[in-house]
């Protein structure tokens, strides 16, 4: 049996507003988090471009309807991109000014092309914008944060990574080959692009579906004002990212010093790959408790998507946060001794401090990394505070050891 182009762009309409319904729906009804608002903003994005498309079909001479298609399929995409890079607790409001960017081309390119190339106007820049956020949305899903640790989301960046693929190959094939090629019309056209269409929307959103009930069942309740926290009492990445911003935000305010340290353990692979996974862990955990244990009452302790420890704490001046961090050093070679770990590994702590680096949380956060690393890199200092002078890191790095 063969479906013609216009048949097929109903069913897939169909498809589309069934599944998309479905997830909007529940977003609507339940307590969703901002990844679940996302998608679903990117759901009803597919359903305006199928929307768009059977609009352009049945009217003649129409140029707006294409435009608007072309412009909500290329939004589908970068909306589900956007919504894997907030479920991995990463910054989304630059993104979000690109992909605004990049759908108003798309509609300009539409507008500009109409005349040339009818049906296919802008078709070049769309199968561009797709692959490219395709291949961002597969590479989130992969590689990054909450997303690349389970295997919920395989499925989702499987999908996203054959749309990125498919949509390279339509645009390899449009401009060297033609639209009205046959090749390109028999094997990249509509026709195939609408089953590509429906395959992505139901994995799409049974995915989405799963992992937004993971992430509550993480959190034990729907409301996602509460937070997210290990069985330890480590905060979670983006819980952790959350209350930073609002002690910085109270901090700011009254002009008080506040700092954020960072523990680097760059030793756990080696140790998992000469004593076992188990040993790593043994590491990771006595590291862990003799940070719990030496924090300040009212410090907030948490881990970013690498399993680094972080601690927001507000010390009364930089020579005291310097004490903490060394303090804690010391703390955790004895933990780590007295828990019988066979290897004890150099540990770094980097410290940033507001007066130093300001009120911004990802200034502050990526100075304290930055520090931590220095400190790994030297062989004289175990604490490096961003912002201060190597000899004033060496001098306490060997105090430190003495």
């Given at each position: 049996?063969?479906?013609?182009?216009?048949?097929?762009?109903?069913?897939?309409?169909?498809?589309?507003?069934?599944?998309?319904?479905?997830?909007?729906?529940?977003?609507?009804?339940?307590?969703?988090d901002r990844a679940g608002r996302v998608w679903a903003l990117g759901f009803i994005g597919g359903m305006i471009a199928?929307?768009?498309?059977?609009?352009?079909?049945?009217?003649?001479?129409?140029?707006?309807?294409?435009?608007?298609?072309?412009?909500?399929?290329?939004?589908?995409?970068?909306?589900?991109?956007?919504?894997?890079?907030?479920?991995?607790?990463?910054?989304?409001?630059?993104?979000?000014?690109?992909?605004?960017?990049?759908?108003?081309?798309?509609?300009l390119a539409a507008l500009i092309d109409v005349p040339l190339e009818g049906a296919w106007s802008g078709a070049w820049v769309m199968f561009a914008a797709n692959a490219?956020?395709?291949?961002?949305?597969?590479?989130?899903?992969?590689?990054?944060?909450?997303?690349?640790?389970?295997?919920?989301?395989?499925?989702?960046?499987?999908?996203?990574?054959?749309?990125?693929?498919?949509?390279?190959?339509?645009?390899?094939?449009?401009?060297?080959?033609?639209?009205?090629?046959?090749?390109?019309?028999?094997?990249?056209?509509?026709?195939?692009?609408?089953?590509?269409?429906?395959?992505?929307?139901?994995?799409?959103?049974?995915?989405?579906?799963?992992?937004?009930?993971?992430?509550?069942?993480?959190?034990?309740?729907?409301?996602?004002?509460?937070?997210?926290?290990?069985?330890?009492?480590?905060?979670?990445?983006?819980?952790?990212?959350?209350?930073?911003?609002?002690?910085?935000?109270?901090?700011?305010?009254?002009?008080?010093?506040?700092?954020?340290?960072?523990?680097?353990?760059?030793?756990?692979?080696?140790?998992?790959?000469?004593?076992?996974?188990?040993?790593?862990?043994?590491?990771?955990?006595?590291?862990?408790?003799?940070?719990?244990?030496?924090?300040?009452?009212?410090?907030?302790?948490?881990?970013?998507?690498?399993?680094?420890?972080?601690?927001?704490?507000?010390?009364?001046?930089?020579?005291?946060?310097?004490?903490?961090?060394?303090?804690?050093?010391?703390?955790?070679?004895?933990?780590?001794?007295?828990?019988?770990?066979?290897?004890?590994?150099?540990?770094?702590?980097?410290?940033?401090?507001?007066?130093?680096?300001?009120?911004?949380?990802?200034?502050?956060?990526?100075?304290?990394?930055?520090?931590?690393?220095?400190?790994?890199?030297?062989?004289?200092?175990?604490?490096?505070?961003?912002?201060?002078?190597?000899?004033?890191?060496?001098?306490?790095?060997?105090?430190?050891?003495?």
């Amino acid at each position: 049996m063969t479906l013609d182009p216009d048949t097929v762009r109903l069913i897939t309409a169909l498809v589309v507003h069934v599944a998309g319904g479905l997830f909007v729906l529940e977003t609507m009804v339940r307590k969703d988090d901002r990844a679940g608002r996302v998608w679903a903003l990117g759901f009803i994005g597919g359903m305006i471009a199928t929307e768009a498309f059977i609009v352009y079909t049945v009217s003649e001479g129409s140029w707006w309807p294409l435009a608007i298609g072309n412009a909500a399929w290329v939004a589908c995409l970068g909306l589900l991109w956007l919504g894997c890079r907030v479920f991995n607790g990463r910054a989304a409001r630059r993104p979000a000014y690109v992909l605004g960017a990049t759908v108003a081309l798309v509609f300009l390119a539409a507008l500009i092309d109409v005349p040339l190339e009818g049906a296919w106007s802008g078709a070049w820049v769309m199968f561009a914008a797709n692959a490219a956020f395709g291949a961002l949305g597969a590479f989130e899903t992969f590689r990054r944060g909450a997303m690349r640790r389970t295997r919920t989301a395989l499925g989702l960046g499987v999908v996203l990574a054959l749309a990125s693929v498919f949509q390279a190959v339509r645009l390899v094939s449009a401009v060297t080959l033609g639209t009205e090629h046959p090749v390109f019309q028999e094997w990249v056209s509509s026709g195939l692009a609408g089953v590509a269409t429906i395959c992505l929307a139901i994995v799409a959103v049974t995915v989405a579906s799963v992992l937004r009930a993971e992430q509550v069942r993480l959190r034990g309740t729907e409301d996602s004002t509460l937070m997210a926290i290990a069985p330890d009492g480590v905060l979670l990445a983006p819980s952790f990212s959350r209350v930073l911003g609002g002690r910085l935000m109270r901090a700011n305010r009254r002009a008080e010093l506040f700092g954020v340290l960072v523990v680097r353990i760059d030793a756990l692979s080696r140790i998992a790959t000469a004593f076992g996974a188990d040993e790593a862990d043994h590491v990771r955990q006595a590291a862990r408790a003799a940070v719990r244990r030496l924090s300040p009452t009212t410090a907030a302790l948490g881990t970013d998507d690498h399993g680094i420890l972080m601690l927001a704490f507000q010390p009364s001046s930089p020579a005291d946060a310097r004490q903490l961090a060394a303090r804690m050093h010391r703390a955790m070679l004895d933990q780590m001794r007295t828990a019988g770990v066979p290897v004890v590994p150099p540990i770094g702590m980097g410290v940033s401090l507001t007066s130093i680096t300001g009120y911004d949380r990802e200034a502050l956060i990526e100075a304290a990394r930055s520090a931590a690393r220095r400190a790994m890199a030297s062989d004289d200092v175990t604490v490096v505070v961003a912002g201060e002078d190597d000899e004033t890191d060496q001098a306490l790095g060997q105090a430190v050891r003495r």
